[in-house]
């Protein structure tokens, strides 16, 4: 049984790692090896673990009655897959504008 406040840190560190690959854009991508590495891991893991934590919370809170940890874990898993989609955006228009 995984309980709302599981739920709250998982949602909080899913957003963290989606936030990672965002803050790249602004400040260059690591140039280290493992840096790289941990680069597309990120980016990886947040393609799909936020959207998915979103989709179980939401699920959650229709189905009996919305706790306010979950709720919370909905708002900020829901803010990773928003991070992500910025970045998705932001590295395609930032290759846009050279062509």
Same mark, same amino acid.
């Given at each position: 049984?995984?309980?709302?406040?599981?739920?709250?840190?998982?949602?909080?560190?899913?957003?963290?790692?989606?936030?990672?690959?965002?803050?790249?854009?602004?400040?260059?991508?690591?140039?280290?090896?493992?840096? *790289?590495?941990?680069?597309?891991?990120?980016?990886?893991v #947040?393609?799909?673990a936020? +959207? $998915?934590?979103? &989709?179980?919370?939401?699920?959650?809170?229709?189905?009996?009655?919305? *706790?306010?940890?979950?709720?919370?874990?909905?708002?900020? #898993?829901?803010?990773?897959? +928003? $991070?992500?989609? &910025?970045?998705?955006?932001?590295?395609?228009?930032?290759?846009?504008?050279?062509?």
């Open positions: 049984m995984i309980t709302p406040f599981q739920t709250l840190v998982a949602s909080v560190v899913l957003f963290c790692v989606a936030l990672w690959p965002l803050l790249t854009v602004q400040f260059g991508r690591p140039t280290s090896w493992f840096g *790289d590495f941990l680069f597309l891991l990120c980016g990886t #947040s393609v799909f936020p +959207a $998915a934590l979103c &989709a179980a919370t939401f699920i959650d809170i229709i189905r009996r009655r919305a *706790d306010a940890r979950v709720v919370a874990a909905f708002v900020i #898993s829901l803010a990773g897959v +928003a $991070a992500i989609a &910025a970045f998705i955006y932001l590295a395609i228009h930032q290759y846009d504008h050279v062509v």
